[in-house]
Structures are given as structure tokens and as C-alpha cells.
């Protein structure tokens, strides 16, 4: 079992930046790939950026250029610094890992981008 919490999504003015965090526990050393994920109302939920055990990064196109997703293994922790945001960057955003069939997610946490 692996545990996903996210923290730093906030209110901020188009342009501004924000810096999500994903503290995992649980089953840590079963963790390989990470990703953050997205969902605005009344939309589906899309992938933002990936970034492998080894550092390893791919980003949706929407972001690429703007964002840039980290992690520090040793505090089994994943980041996302978000930069030039834009009011469609409005979202719940979601930490994931897959760990064989089973796929596990965080609760979530809110980025508002006003214009």
C-alpha cells in the first residue's frame, strides 16, 4: 500500500508560479514512476508530467516549457514548479504511481489561476 498527499495549491493572478508537493509513505521502495494529473470542471482527467525513478521527465504539451516536475527519492517526495501560470491552468491537481495493476492516487489539491 502506498499513500499519495499533495499540498501547495493555492489562489494566484495569471503569470504568478506555485510549487506542488507529493509526500509518499507506505510502500515507498515499491515506487518507480511518478506523474501529476489534472482535472478542471467538467473536463476529463489529463496527464501533466511524468518523471521516472531515474529523473527521467515527459510533459504534456499544454505545460512543457512552463513547468517542471522534480523529485527527492531520499524524502520519497515529488515536486511540480509551476511558472507563467494561465487561467487554464485551473485544476485539481492529482499526484499518481502505478505499482503493477494497481493505481494509486492522492486526494488532490487546487490551483486557481485568476485572470
Known amino acids: 500500500q502506498v499513500q499519495l498527499v499533495e499540498a501547495g495549491g493555492g489562489l494566484v493572478q495569471a503569470g504568478g508560479s506555485l510549487r506542488l508537493s507529493c509526500a509518499a509513505s507506505?510502500?515507498?521502495?515499491?515506487?518507480?514512476?511518478m506523474a501529476w494529473y489534472r482535472q478542471a470542471p467538467g473536463k476529463q482527467r489529463e496527464l501533466v508530467a511524468v518523471?521516472?525513478?531515474?529523473?527521467?521527465?515527459n510533459y504534456a504539451i499544454s505545460v512543457k516549457g512552463r513547468f517542471t516536475v522534480s523529485r527527492d527519492n531520499a524524502k520519497n517526495t515529488m515536486y511540480l514548479q509551476m511558472n507563467n501560470l494561465k487561467p487554464e491552468d485551473t485544476a485539481v491537481y492529482y499526484c499518481n504511481t502505478d505499482i503493477r495493476t494497481i493505481r494509486y492516487w492522492g486526494r488532490g489539491t487546487q490551483v486557481t489561476v485568476s485572470s
Open positions: 507506505g510502500s515507498v521502495s515499491t515506487i518507480s514512476t
Open positions: 518523471i521516472s525513478s531515474e529523473g527521467r521527465t
